[in-house]
């Protein structure tokens, strides 16, 4: 199948996370990939995190760019039939909309959404989309009052595949001491942990243990930090060298400020498939993701839930029990093949709506009667009907 996608790439947001486990997989399975995406000058995220691939073609800034554009060239002289885009509301979508009935003439349409909350930007809700898919029926419930509800298609959002690592091969890789208990705050939210450090020294009185930051923003913020073994890479690693970073460490801490809206944690769907235990606080952000992430509701549980994870305890076999059983469920390969099945049902709808046109056009002919069973009979193409109704009698 030839598939477009338009979507944030190779960058560290959300988005691109989604987008990545997605299209990878496409290509694993034998489909046709192009990805049109921002420019690097303007682009979602913060940071890119690797070379583009020979697929990827930058065309268009952010929908808050002050001059937003895109380049319509690429996605006009692409061959696909299946037109994908992820997050619309940070693309250029006036002018994506000019060149919309281009991209419905050859291809399916899908958008998938990524918003916590209905848009309030009316260019918004001029594409009529063949399928508006989200991740659960949290999003389900405030789309159907925006958008037709038959529509709507919830399909979950991605783990990365199961990809275990030896713990003393990745820490003698990193240079990582081996004896001590590592905990992991990875990523451009360090600023939302550091209310956690004095529970984490805490426990380090009672574990030998070493706090492993992999950032490369707020940082200076860590300064000063007395009584606790703290190590700083400045990195924002790609997903092979974050994978050797989970596979090293015994716990990865995700925090994240609650927020208005629907949410899910991508980092935790990136990370999960590592086996790394993941403890986070009580937040919309892991919903969907009770039974597989260890949780806290302060730092009282925060401490107690760490202590359980650095020592095995019931809370780490628990969620451990859980993980491979919602991975199996989840895993980008199931996910992807959801899509392709979505894809494949769109796809047969067009080819029904254009027999049902046909039949409708031949029967307004009198070429044939309502009772006919219509796979018995070649039916002409709309172009030869139209000359067969001009040709002199």
Request: proline share 4%; hydrophobic share 35%; aromatic share 8%.
């Amino acid at each position: 199948m030839k598939i477009a996608m338009m979507s944030a790439w190779n960058t560290d947001s959300g988005v691109s996370i989604h987008a990545e486990l997605l299209g990878r997989e496409w290509i694993r399975m034998g489909h046709q990939l192009k990805i049109f995406t921002f420019f690097k000058s303007d682009f979602h995220g913060t940071t890119i995190l690797k070379e583009d691939e020979d697929y990827v073609v930058r065309c268009f800034t952010t929908s808050s760019h002050s001059h937003p554009y895109l380049d319509p060239r690429p996605i006009l002289s692409t061959d696909y039939e299946v037109f994908v885009v992820q997050d619309l509301g940070m693309l250029p979508m006036d002018e994506l909309a000019k060149i919309f009935h281009h991209i419905r003439k050859r291809a399916n349409t899908i958008t998938i959404i990524h918003d916590s909350k209905p848009n309030s930007n009316s260019s918004f809700y001029q594409f009529d989309w063949d399928r508006i898919v989200c991740f659960d029926k949290r999003y389900e419930e405030f789309l159907r009052i925006y958008h037709p509800e038959d529509r709507i298609q919830i399909i979950p959002f991605p783990c990365h595949p199961i990809k275990k690592g030896n713990h003393e091969e990745a820490r003698r890789k990193l240079g990582l001491p081996l004896e001590k208990k590592i905990v992991l705050i990875f990523g451009q939210r360090i600023k939302e942990h550091l209310h956690l450090i004095p529970a984490i020294r805490d426990v380090s009185s009672k574990l030998s243990l070493l706090l492993l930051i992999v950032s490369q923003k707020d940082i200076e913020d860590l300064e000063g930090i007395n009584g606790l073994d703290i190590e700083i890479r400045r990195q924002c690693p790609s997903i092979e060298s974050l994978y050797d970073y989970l596979h090293a460490s015994d716990v990865l801490i995700l925090q994240r400020a609650s927020c208005d809206g629907v949410v899910v944690s991508s980092s935790a769907f990136q990370c999960l498939g590592s086996g790394c235990p993941i403890l986070a606080n009580e937040s919309p952000f892991f919903e969907t993701l009770k039974d597989v992430v260890v949780t806290y509701s302060d730092l009282m549980e925060f401490k107690e839930s760490l202590l359980d994870i650095l020592n095995k305890g019931i809370r780490y076999h628990t969620s451990q029990k859980a993980l491979e059983e919602f991975i199996k469920r989840n895993s980008s390969e199931v996910i992807a093949k959801r899509y392709i099945e979505l894809f494949q049902t769109l796809k047969e709808e067009q080819r029904e709506k254009e027999f049902d046109q046909v039949s409708r056009i031949m029967r307004l002919m009198g070429s044939i009667s309502p009772d006919n069973k219509m796979e018995k009979i070649s039916i002409p193409s709309i172009n030869e009907l139209e000359e067969r109704r001009l040709r002199p009698q």
